[in-house]
T-cell receptor, first 113, second 113 residues
């Protein structure tokens, strides 16, 4: 079974632009979560989607948003990029919620100049 | 609020030596606990997890961890490390079941030949 895939793997943007990152979960997995990883703040939870609905949200500004499609694929969007948004964005999927393990993708490295 | 502390930012051990990485958590209910490993430029790979039952759990690559409720700890151990174990290790607690993972700051493991 293929693992979690994320596209693109690398992105370079400038301040003020917006960006969309994509995540395809493991086949059959219905829950998708997003995390931001930075050297200063470590790994932080962004949000979780299940059945096309946001179920949990972390402590991030409204510039960070996401959605999930009927095939469980997910996208996250960051508008009005700031330098501090430079990070590795990780997507994780799990079969169900609450009692299931999350499996992570390789991440998208976003650099904001 | 849930939190995870990994007291050791960086550990160096010799190849063939034993390893113990410490993890302490703060969580009001029975926790869902995880250890993940991250190689440079990669996503997170699950090593092992604890949901309930036997407090000594076995994982991949010869790792094991022991859940000690009285000490709020979930330390990771390996009897004999290999050079390929050099990576960053993250302990995490599931803040709502197995979703919304809260991670520790990570422990970087260096292996001396």
């Amino acid at each position: 079974k293929a693992g979690v895939t994320q596209t693109p793997r690398y992105l370079i943007k400038t301040r003020g632009q917006q960006v969309t990152l994509s995540c395809s979960p493991i086949s059959g997995h219905r829950s998708v979560s997003w995390y931001q990883q930075t050297p200063g703040q470590g790994l932080q939870f962004l949000f979780e989607y299940f059945s096309e609905t946001q179920r949990n949200k972390g402590n991030f500004p409204g510039r960070f948003s996401g959605r999930q499609f009927s095939n469980s694929r997910s996208e996250m969007n960051v508008s009005t990029l700031e330098l501090g948004d430079s990070a590795l964005y990780l997507c994780a999927s799990s079969l169900e919620r609450r009692t299931d393990t999350q499996y992570f993708g390789p991440g998208t490295r976003l650099t904001v100049l | 609020a849930q939190s995870v502390t990994q007291p050791d930012i960086h550990i160096t051990v010799s190849e063939g030596a034993s390893l113990e990485l410490r993890c302490n958590y703060s969580y009001g209910a029975t926790p869902y606990l995880f250890w993940y490993v991250q190689s440079p430029g990669q996503g997170l790979q699950l090593l092992l997890k604890y949901f309930s039952g036997d407090t000594l759990v076995q994982g991949i690559k010869g790792f094991e961890a022991e859940f000690k409720r009285s000490q709020s700890s979930f330390n990771l151990r390996k009897p004999s490390v290999h050079w390929s174990d050099a990576a960053e290790y993250f302990c995490a607690v599931g803040a709502q079941g197995a979703q919304k993972l809260v991670f520790g700051q990570g422990t970087r493991l260096t292996i001396n030949p």
